[in-house]
Structure formats: C-alpha cells, structure tokens
C-alpha cells in the first residue's frame, strides 16, 4: 500500500548503506530514462558532479554510450539497456523521464514506437514511481501548444494541436503522457514534476538529426548550404543546454507541480538564425531554401514568468554565448567522421 511505500523510500538510505552527501543532504538514488541522449546526458553530469547515484535507463535509439562513457567505472554510475515500454523494476528515490526521440526525423521514423515510448513508457515509469514513493519528473514539450494562436505561450494556454498528422504521435504523446502524470498525481499520490521544454541546443546534439540547430552548424562546417525550410520567416526560441537543465533540477527539487515552461524567449526567425550561424562559424556560409514540413508551426516563444516566480529560475546563456560551444562539438566530431572514412 501507498504509505507503506512512503516509509520505504525515506529509509532506503539507510537500507542501502548510502552516505550523505553534504550537510542535512543524503545521496540520492536517480533514474534518468533517455540519460544517453543529448539532454540526458548532460543532466546526469550535473547529478553525478553533485554526489548522486544515478542509473541510466536508455534502448539507445538515437542516444549513444560515448554520451556517457566518461562515467563508466564510477561506482555512483550504471547504465541499462533497456526499452521503457517494458516494464522494469528498480529502488529509486527520484526519476527524470527522458526517453523519447525529440527530434522530428526521428519521431517520425516510427510513429506508433513514438506513441508506444510516450503512452506505455511513462506508464511504467509512473508505476514504478507509484511503487516506490519516488519523485517523478516528466519532460514535456512547447508542442503540446501546437501551431499556437497565443503568443508568447503560457502555461495556461491549452494549444492548437493537430490530433492526426504527422506530427501528432510526438505532440499528443506528449499531451498524454502529462495527463497519466497528473492522474497519477491525483489518483495514486504520486509526486509528479513536469517541463515543457522549448527547443534546446548544445554540445552532444546528433549530427543527423535535423533540428534547425544542428543542421545549420553542421552544414556552415562542412561548408555546405544552410537548409531554410519555407519562407524562413517562422520563429523558435533556443535555449543552451546547461540553461535547461538547472531547470529541470529547480524543479525536480522545488515544491511545484507545473507544468512550467523552460525555454530562452529570445525570439529568432530561422533567417535571422542563419545570419548568427554565418557570424559564430563562415561568414561566407549560404543558404538554400527548401519547401517546409507539414504542420509546422508558425512561432513559438516561452512566457517563463511562473518559472522566474516559483523556481526562481531563468535561462543565462544567449545564443550567441551558448553556440560557439556547440561549434567546437560539432567541428571535433566532423573532424573525426572524415578521418574515420578515410582510414
Ligand atoms: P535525444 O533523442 O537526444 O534523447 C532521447 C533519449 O531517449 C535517447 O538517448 C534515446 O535513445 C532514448 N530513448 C528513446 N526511446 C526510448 C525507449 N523506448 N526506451 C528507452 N530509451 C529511449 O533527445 P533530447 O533532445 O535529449 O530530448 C530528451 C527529452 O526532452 C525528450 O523527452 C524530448 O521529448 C524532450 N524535449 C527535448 C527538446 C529539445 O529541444 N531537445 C524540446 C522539447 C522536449
Ligand atoms: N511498473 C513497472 N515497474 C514497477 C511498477 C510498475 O514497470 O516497479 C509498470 C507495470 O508493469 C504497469 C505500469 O507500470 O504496466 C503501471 O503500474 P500500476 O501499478 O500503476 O498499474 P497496474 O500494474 O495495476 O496496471
Ligand atoms: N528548419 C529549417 N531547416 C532545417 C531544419 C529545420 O529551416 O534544416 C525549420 C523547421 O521547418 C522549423 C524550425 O526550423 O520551422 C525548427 O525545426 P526543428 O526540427 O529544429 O524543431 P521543431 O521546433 O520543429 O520541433
């Protein structure tokens, strides 16, 4: 039973013969699912850097071990091999759920497995949270809000979402996920957290994945022409990685349900995001405009007043800061694929 359960998580600590971490703090057991991937992995730094054990749960999808292969042989590090759409069971105090491919390429690769890793992963992961009175945080996304008719989006805002396109098996999971969340949160008293993370970019990102972000620095390098969608004249707001994830751990460790927006309201076109590309990395960089997905949306940009309010927390990195370290990434790792065919 539910209060049974509580007592367990508080006395794990001692149970598992962990010590504390710090003053008044004990080390704390964390599952991050999707921990290989590009915001995983560098959320399970930041835990490992503060004293944590955590355990990674990833099928390895479009995450990678070298993500992570800096921890392996650290005693607080374990990495699974697992898909979370089964079920698994594990002693955890807090879990940050990840899993699942961000990147519109790979959501549509195979909608019905998006659908399955939204539905039946966060499924498990509540049951499993359910089971051991753990805290469970869930990384949503600004497309629940669709192609928005508010602008900037609030929290409040109920979106405009398309319920059967081609990007619906990433939106609407999304948008069910956060309602299993907050039925167990009502229903089974399950501490629930969630984020609606605006586009996010940084160091790790895959270099296929066809984010507008990592095309275009991986075009501008491989002096290539940079892929304008459309008109170029939508809108995103982009947010630097270490940004988003002090976010996530503000409110993993606050007191607030959510959902809370995450995300720099830095507004660009994607000609305007061009032009910072061409400045950071070729100033001889072109671009070349191709005819845009369906569905997309128009403009995006967070209100983050609730999250400044309740979390205390608000994006520092521009994109102007934040990109040259994603170029460094991006060009070692460029260097290395084209040394790797030629040998
Ligand atoms: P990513 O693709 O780099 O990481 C996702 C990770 O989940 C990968 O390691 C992948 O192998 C793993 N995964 C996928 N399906 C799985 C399954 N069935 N079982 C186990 N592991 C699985 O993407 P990311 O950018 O790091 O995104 C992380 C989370 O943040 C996702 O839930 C995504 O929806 C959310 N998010 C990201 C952004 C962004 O701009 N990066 C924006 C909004 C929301
Ligand atoms: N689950 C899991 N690990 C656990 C506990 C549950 O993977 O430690 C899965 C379980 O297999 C089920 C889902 O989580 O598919 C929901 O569990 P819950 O107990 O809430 O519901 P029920 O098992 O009654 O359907
Ligand atoms: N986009 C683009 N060129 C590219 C990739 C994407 O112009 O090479 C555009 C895309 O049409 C969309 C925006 O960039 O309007 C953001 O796309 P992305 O796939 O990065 O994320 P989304 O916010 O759509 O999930």
């Known amino acids: 039973n539910n209060n049974n359960n509580q007592r367990t998580t508080r006395t794990l600590g001692s149970q598992t013969g962990r010590v504390p971490v710090g003053i008044g703090r004990r080390r704390l057991r964390i599952v991050v699912t999707g921990g290989a991937g590009f915001v995983g992995s560098h959320l399970v730094d930041k835990l490992i850097d503060r004293g944590d054990e955590v355990i990674v749960i990833d099928n390895f999808f479009t995450g990678r071990k070298n993500n992570v292969a800096h921890h392996f042989g650290n005693p607080r590090f374990e990495l699974i091999r697992h898909d979370v759409v089964e079920p698994i069971l594990l002693e955890v105090d807090q879990i940050y759920h990840l899993a699942c491919p961000a990147s519109p390429v790979h959501y549509k690769y195979n909608p019905v ?20 009175g753990a805290r469970f945080l869930l990384t949503s996304t600004s497309e629940v809000y669709g192609d928005p008719l508010e602008h900037p989006q609030k929290e409040t805002y109920w979106g405009n979402v398309n319920p059967i396109g081609e990007r619906s098996c990433y939106d609407e999971g999304k948008r069910t996920a956060e309602t299993l969340a907050m039925d167990y949160h009502r229903g089974a008293d399950v501490e629930v957290r969630i984020a609606r993370i605006f586009n996010t970019y940084g160091p790790r990102m895959c270099l296929d994945d066809g984010r507008v972000v990592s095309n275009f620095v991986a075009q501008a390098i491989r002096k290539l022409p940079m892929t304008v969608y459309g008109d170029g004249k939508q809108t995103r707001s ?13 409110l993993m460790e606050g007191e607030h349900v959510g959902p809370f927006n995450l995300g720099n309201p830095g507004e660009f076109s994607m000609l305007e995001l061009a032009e910072v590309v061409k400045e950071v990395i070729d100033s001889s960089a072109t671009i070349e405009f191709r005819p845009n997905t369906a569905d997309d949306p128009h403009m995006r940009k967070p209100d983050i007043s609730k999250a400044k309010e309740l979390l205390n927390w608000e994006p520092k990195i521009s994109l102007r800061e934040g990109l040259p370290h994603m170029v460094s990434d991006f060009q070692n790792r460029i260097l290395n694929e084209d040394e790797g065919k030629q040998a």
């Open 238 to 250: 982009f947010q630097y990685v270490s940004d988003l994830v002090n976010g996530l751990v503000a």
């Open 113 to 132: 497995k998006t659908i399955k890793t939204n539905v039946m992963g966060t499924l498990n992961m509540l049951g499993l949270a359910k089971r051991v």
